[in-house]
């Protein structure tokens, strides 16, 4: 019984840990500082959402500035006097726009969203720094490729490889080993509370024995009152490992849909900017 209840209490510690790293505001800058907006289950379109007129004031400045650099990368007829002009331009031409409208659209914009990442929005007081949230990092992983890149055309996979490398390094880190160890305290404590049963009833079987041995002419009503006080005993140990293990595998596949569900917001978030280019 002792081994299940220090299991319990480190999957409990585990559990408290996982919680704080998944919280929505723990890896996307809130939209308010107080302890209670980040703790509580309120207001997720203010905390995830980017596009919504409510979303996530954080992820709408970096986004409105990053949309304008991405558009910047697209040259098209309305870049030239006419669509005749656009259409006999040669690469040459192209590729002088291209500077040009990354020096004068792109890099400016492309700055101003690095800025934010590192600064975060001006007036909006977060309770740490941007960068110590997983999305930030991402978004800046991004953000400073294609700064590298510019207006290059391999520039959008680029951005999309560096945001997919960030994005899978921050899932992995979400992850962590509280979750595994969730996984396994709640797999394991249902099967050592069997084998506390098994052993139980092994020795109440093996108390039984040894009476009838030193009194053969026991009494089959001093013998089932003393079996069953043995197996009442030994099935308690299986009733601790479930009481203990269903709700760990339940906290276990809760948070493992949270980290699954954070990772699909990023994937969603990067690919509808990256898909401005």
Not at 80 to 99: D, G, T, W
Not at 176 to 188: D, E, F, M, P, R
Not at 269 to 277: G, K
Request: with cysteine; aromatic share 10%; hydrophobic share 45%.
């Amino acid at each position: 019984m002792i081994p299940m209840h220090l299991m319990m209490l480190l999957a409990l510690v585990a559990m408290f840990m996982t919680w704080r790293r998944l919280n929505f505001a723990a890896n996307f800058p809130p939209n308010k500082p107080s302890l209670l907006y980040r703790i509580l289950p309120i207001d997720k379109i203010g905390k995830v959402e980017m596009n919504h007129e409510k979303g996530n004031i954080f992820l709408r400045e970096v986004s409105k500035y990053w949309s304008k650099a991405m558009e910047a990368m697209s040259v098209g007829p309305h870049d030239f006097p006419s669509s005749e002009a656009f259409v006999k331009s040669s690469r040459q031409e192209i590729e002088e726009i291209e500077k040009k409208k990354w020096l004068e659209v792109g890099l400016p914009n492309v700055e101003k969203a690095i800025e934010i990442c590192k600064n975060g929005v001006p007036g909006i007081k977060l309770p740490k720094k941007p960068i110590e949230y997983p999305v930030v990092r991402v978004l800046l992983a991004a953000l400073e490729n294609h700064r590298a890149n510019k207006n290059g055309y391999w520039a959008s996979q680029e951005m999309d490889r560096a945001a997919e490398s960030q994005v899978l390094k921050e899932v992995d880190e979400m992850k962590g080993w509280q979750i595994t160890l969730l996984w396994a305290v709640g797999t394991i404590e249902p099967m050592l509370g069997l084998f506390g049963t098994v052993v139980g009833i092994r020795m109440a079987f093996m108390a039984i024995q040894e009476q009838v041995q030193a009194n053969p002419n026991v009494q089959t009503t001093q013998i089932i009152p003393l079996l069953a006080a043995g197996i009442q005993l030994a099935l308690i140990t299986t009733i601790v490992g479930l009481y203990f293990g269903i709700p760990l595998m339940v906290s276990y596949y809760y948070f493992r849909g949270k980290v699954e569900w954070i990772f699909g917001k990023l994937e969603e978030m990067m690919t509808e900017i990256l898909n401005q280019a």
